[in-house]
């Protein structure tokens, strides 16, 4: 007996998929189920009378279509599951969907939508890569980045470590991070070493070519190195630890973003009220094993491989007197050319005098031509003094400065000018002054040629050629106004010299270094290592630049208020000692850089400091690096 009140409909599958809005089911005079106009055009639902229905099976009409549903209880909680459209499922399909539904119900207690999320989301999880998660980690740094909480150093590290991952001779990007064995890492860990050896620039060839025939060379000790590749010196501890860097820093950035996956995953599952799909970090296990150096064993290396070598004035190790070699080699190098090296020997006279890292004095930028935003600590800039006694408008402290607004850790650095760096930072002013006078003329010619161009003729290729050469002139202008030391390259993004590794290698051939390393870190190690015999610790520190500036004042008001005016003259002290005891150790560098006509600093005997021969050129293969100013 029908129900007016709760009515059942049995319909067929053609009338199911002529439901809408328009029309709903109802029943004739003679009892039998039709369709009839719908006068409120407004979504209804009924219960499905057909044979076989399970129980709470009913039909929804809505602004979409036709849908079958199915009521239940999860938990004393009334649910309504939704199981497809009538124009997709057949009606006895149905029926067995909303059966389903209603037994899973029974057996697990769980609404089977949230079961379903969870299956996904656990099926999501389980398949994330290595790649995806390193991907992640850097879009992280990129952000915190953005935020001033990284460095860029950070974020070029993490994206050479995805590229290394994705190398096809590496093969770990793609794995999902689930299927990961320990022995997968290991192997992993191999393959990155062999692949960061054979790519090295810093192992001879010829060491290569023995590693590559070795075949699983990195399970040689140094016993074996030595007796089966006859290799010797420093290629030993060279080929002991190749690719091991490269090895370290990507597997621990992919343990990284791995461990950030986990992290996120249990936050996720908490909220879903579901078990974490991933819980386990599989790049533990080289932490587990030993595989990364200690920092002992990598002491060790460092000695053994001459890779960390702070320059002297009588060093065992060689057997010569590297800094002042190298010092007479700069001086030399720097007027060949046509002047072309001279920016580039600048920038390391004053990184080893100032005892900067390499991307510290790199960024540096005259003075005047800062704006008052970037004077309250957004720049790094140099400002020399008209007379010792002239004080800074900015920090108001006497004589000529160098200000670091964003170093390594953070801080901030205000440091004295002392009298040789001086001496080089007058001689880029007078570059600047050169450089100026000589880009004005090509300016010039360069916009009259482009007005030439412009009335004679139409075509666009001409006229693009000479606008880009008036572009391309007012942008060297701009450098070279704003740069201490400016690019030549007009694709240098940032404008200011950057790769030093050209003019290096040249003045370690021309200082005769052949058994050593040397790299822009080096000259800071030097300065230290002077520093530390002729000045406190404390002082030490405070040059070296170990320590932050953390707190809400801005960057300039922290180091204006570190230096009092007592304090100042102390540090301008310490800083002029280091400065003359560096110089002092060639006398023919120290006559070189010092002002004739300075009668307080009176020319040095040379008869002990033996002239250096250095060759005007010296053939190097491979391109100019982008933003390198000075190719040599």
């Not at 040059?543 to 304090?567: C, F, I, P, W």
């Amino acid at each position: 007996m029908r129900n007016p009140k709760d009515p059942k409909y049995r319909l067929s599958q053609a009338q199911l998929r002529a439901l809408s809005l328009m029309q709903r089911p109802g029943w004739d005079a003679q009892g039998k189920t039709i369709l009839e106009p719908n006068p409120s055009q407004r979504p209804y639902r009924f219960a499905d009378g057909s044979q076989g229905a399970p129980p709470g099976f009913s039909i929804y009409v809505g602004s979409t279509g036709a849908f079958y549903e199915v009521r239940s209880r999860v938990g004393g909680r009334a649910v309504r599951l939704s199981l497809g459209s009538v124009q997709e499922l057949s009606l006895a399909k149905a029926h067995e969907l909303a059966a389903a539904q209603r037994s899973f119900i029974r057996e697990t207690g769980q609404d089977p939508r949230v079961a379903r999320k969870t299956a996904q989301e656990t099926q999501t999880v389980r398949g994330l890569t290595v790649g995806q998660a390193v991907r992640g980690y850097v879009r992280y740094l990129e952000e915190l980045q953005g935020r001033g909480k990284v460095k860029s150093a950070g974020v070029e590290g993490a994206r050479d470590s995805l590229a290394r991952l994705e190398r096809e001779d590496v093969g770990l990007a793609d794995r999902p991070i689930a299927a990961l064995t320990d022995d997968e890492i290991k192997v992993a860990w191999n393959r990155l070493r062999h692949s960061a050896m054979v790519r090295s620039n810093r192992l001879p060839k010829a060491v290569k070519a023995k590693l590559v025939q070795a075949g699983e060379w990195w399970k040689l000790d140094r016993a074996a190195l030595v007796s089966r590749l006859r290799l010797t010196g420093k290629d030993v501890e060279l080929a002991y630890a190749a690719g091991m860097a490269a090895a370290e820093h990507t597997m621990g950035d992919a343990s990284r973003a791995v461990e950030r996956v986990l992290k996120q995953e249990a936050k996720a599952a908490g909220n879903g009220l579901r078990r974490p799909a991933l819980v386990h970090n599989p790049f533990s296990v080289l932490a587990e094993e030993g595989l990364h150096r200690s920092t002992r064993e990598l002491r060790k290396h460092y000695e053994a491989a001459r890779v960390r070598n702070p320059l002297g004035q009588d060093d065992a190790a060689t057997g010569q007197r590297s800094l002042p070699t190298v010092l007479k080699a700069l001086l030399e190098r720097r007027d060949m050319q046509n002047g072309q090296n001279a920016t580039a020997v600048d920038y390391i006279l004053l990184t080893l005098l100032w005892g900067t890292r390499r991307s510290e004095s790199a960024r540096l930028c005259w003075y005047e031509s800062c704006s008052p935003e970037e004077l309250d600590g957004l720049a790094s800039w140099v400002w020399l003094a008209p007379s010792p006694s002239d004080k800074n408008p900015t920090t108001g402290l006497r004589g000529s400065q160098v200000f670091l607004h964003d170093t390594k850790a953070g801080e901030a650095q205000l440091m004295p000018v002392a009298y040789f760096a001086e001496r080089v930072l007058r001689w880029r002013v007078d570059a600047r002054k050169q450089g100026t006078q000589a880009l004005m003329v090509t300016l010039d010619k360069a916009r009259k040629d482009a007005a030439k161009v412009r009335g004679r003729t139409r075509d666009y290729v001409l006229r693009a050629k000479a606008e880009a050469m008036v572009a391309r002139a007012e942008w060297r202008m701009e450098q070279m106004q704003r740069w201490v030391f400016p690019a030549r390259n007009p694709k240098a993004v940032e404008g200011h010299y950057r790769d030093s590794k050209s003019i290096l290698a040249t003045i370690k051939d021309d200082a005769g270094l052949t058994e050593i390393g040397l790299t822009m870190h080096d000259f800071r190690r030097t300065m230290g290592r002077i520093a530390g015999k002729l000045l406190s610790g404390h002082m030490v520190s405070q040059l070296l630049r170990h320590h932050g500036t953390e707190g809400k004042d801005t960057a300039m008001a922290e180091v204006t208020k570190r230096y009092s005016e007592a304090e100042w003259p102390d540090l301008c002290q310490a800083m002029a000692k280091v400065d003359e005891a560096i110089v002092a150790t060639s006398p023919r560098a120290w006559n070189m850089l010092r002002d004739p006509g300075d009668v307080a600093r009176p020319r040095l005997d040379e008869r002990d400091d033996d002239p250096l021969n250095v060759p005007k050129y010296r053939s190097r293969g491979g391109g100019q690096a982008q933003g390198q100013a000075d190719p040599v």
